[in-house]
C-alpha cells in the first residue's frame, strides 16, 4: 500500500509539541497581561497576574505540562490511526470507466480523496478519466455520481481546440486556440499563483523545552500522580471511617473529654459551687475491672432543700458537667445524711462502654461542643489540615 496520508512518527510529534507550545504561549500571554482598573477617567495598571499569583500559577502549569505529555502517545497514535484509515479508505476505491464516445478504456489520470470535517458528511473519492483517443473526460465518485467533459471545439470551424499554458510567478494562464483557423479565446483561464511562506518561529525549540515534558520529567509526573491518587485515597479512608463523620457515636466518642482526677475534681467542685454543694473531697481512687473508681463525699450548704431534692439537684449538676467526658455517677451509690452527700464516680477508656454511653446519654446527632472539637484531617480551615 501507498501511504499518501500517514506519515513519519517524528512529524507527529513535532505538531503536538507545536500545538502545546501554542497553548503554553497563549496562556502565559493571558496571565502577563496587566490589569487595568478603574473608570474611563480614572485608570491606572496594576502589576500582572503572574507577578501577585505566581505560585498558583507554576502550579496549573506543572499540571498542564504533565497532562499535555501523558496524552501525548495517546493522540499520536489517534492520529496515525486517522491517517491509516484515510489511506485504506483511499486504496479501497477502484473504478475504471470506458469511455461513452467509442467504448474503449479510458486512463486514470487523477484521483483524489476528500476529506471533509462535516456533521454528517461523508469522505469520498472521486476519480478523473480521459480518454486518448477521443479526447473525453469524465469525473466519477465513489458513490456514482458522473460527469462528462467533451472537447472543446472551435466555435468557426469545429475543430477541436488546443490548450497553451505559459505561467510566470505570479499567474497561470490557460489559453485557447484553433490549430486550423484564427481563432482564439477572448476569455483565457487565469489562476493566482499562491505561494505560503512558511513562517520561522526562532523561539520555538526554547519555549518547546520551557512547555514539552521530556521522558524522564513525564515519569516524574505519572509518579506525582500516583502518590496523589494513594493520597486521595487515605483521606477518603478518613472521611468514610464513622470517627471523623460528626455526629455518629464514634466521632462523639473521639471528642469526648477525658480529665484526670485532679482536674475532674476542680470542674465538679465549680459546677456544683454554682448551685450551693461546697466542700468536695475525693478519697484515693481504684481500679475495678479496667475502670477507674473514686468516693466522693460534698456538703449541701442550702439548708432548705430536702434530701431527695439535694440528691436530684446533686445528681442533675453532676450529669450535666459530666454530659461529655467519660465519667459518670454510679446512681446506686448516692446517699445523704445531715447535709452531706457520699457516692461514686467511674470513668472508663473502653471504647464499648464509651459508646454506650453515648448512647444513653442521647448524644447522637448533636453537635459537639467547639471547646471539644480537634484539628481534623478532612475539615477545617487549611492551616489545621495535617497530612
Not at 499569583?53 to 495517546?74: A, E, P, T
Not at 497553451?164 to 479565446?185: A, G, I
Not at 513525564?218 to 502518590?227: F, H, K, P, T
Request: aromatic letters at 10%; hydrophobic letters at 30%.
Amino acid at each position: 500500500m501507498e501511504y499518501r496520508h500517514l506519515k513519519e512518527k517524528s512529524h507527529y510529534e513535532d505538531l503536538y509539541d507545536r500545538f502545546t507550545v501554542e497553548e503554553g504561549r497563549r496562556l502565559e500571554k493571558i496571565w502577563n497581561e496587566p490589569e487595568v482598573i478603574g473608570t474611563k477617567k480614572n485608570m491606572y495598571v496594576t502589576c500582572n497576574v503572574d507577578t501577585r499569583h505566581s505560585g498558583l500559577v507554576n502550579f496549573y502549569m506543572y499540571f498542564w505540562k504533565g497532562d499535555r505529555n501523558r496524552n501525548k502517545s495517546k493522540t499520536i497514535e489517534k492520529w496515525m490511526q486517522e491517517d491509516r484509515d484515510l489511506d485504506a479508505h483511499y486504496d479501497r476505491v477502484n473504478i475504471k470507466r470506458r469511455c461513452k464516445n467509442c467504448s474503449k478504456d479510458m486512463k486514470l489520470t487523477d484521483k483524489f480523496l476528500h476529506v471533509t470535517y462535516e456533521k454528517g458528511k461523508r469522505n469520498y473519492v472521486e476519480c478523473f478519466f480521459w480518454c486518448k483517443g477521443c479526447d473525453y473526460g469524465m469525473r466519477i465518485t465513489e458513490f456514482g455520481d458522473e460527469k462528462v467533459f467533451t472537447p472543446r471545439r472551435c466555435p468557426e470551424c469545429s475543430t477541436k481546440v488546443k490548450c497553451t499554458v505559459t505561467e510566470n510567478k505570479k499567474n497561470t494562464t490557460y489559453q485557447d486556440s484553433c490549430p486550423k483557423c484564427t481563432w482564439v479565446s477572448s476569455k483565457p483561464l487565469v489562476i493566482k499563483n499562491y505561494r505560503l511562506k512558511e513562517k520561522i518561529d526562532r523561539n520555538f525549540e526554547q519555549d518547546r523545552a520551557r512547555f514539552c515534558l521530556n521522558h524522564e520529567e513525564g515519569m516524574e509526573y505519572l509518579a506525582s500522580l500516583r502518590r496523589i491518587d494513594e493520597l486521595k485515597n487515605v483521606v477518603e479512608g478518613i472521611k468514610s471511617d464513622p470517627k471523623n463523620q460528626e455526629g455518629t457515636p464514634e466521632y462523639i466518642v473521639e471528642h469526648l473529654e477525658r480529665p484526670t482526677v485532679a482536674k475532674l475534681q476542680k470542674k465538679l467542685a465549680k459546677a456544683l459551687q454554682k448551685v450551693g454543694f461546697t466542700t468536695l473531697k475525693f478519697d484515693d481512687a481504684d481500679e475495678i475491672r479496667g475502670d477507674v473508681v473514686v468516693k466522693f463525699r460534698v456538703q449541701d450548704s442550702n439548708e432548705s432543700r430536702s434530701a431527695s431534692f439535694s440528691k436530684r439537684e446533686f445528681k442533675k449538676t453532676v450529669e450535666e458537667a459530666l454530659l461529655y467526658t467519660n465519667w459518670r455517677i454510679l446512681p446506686t451509690s448516692l446517699s445523704y445524711k445531715m447535709g452531706v452527700l457520699k457516692g461514686k464516680l467511674s470513668g472508663t477508656d473502653s471504647t464499648p462502654e464509651l459508646l454506650e454511653l453515648v448512647k444513653k446519654r442521647g448524644l447522637e446527632n448533636k453537635p459537639v461542643p467547639e471547646s471539644l472539637k480537634r484539628p481534623s484531617m478532612v475539615n477545617g480551615r487549611g492551616e489545621k489540615i495535617f497530612f
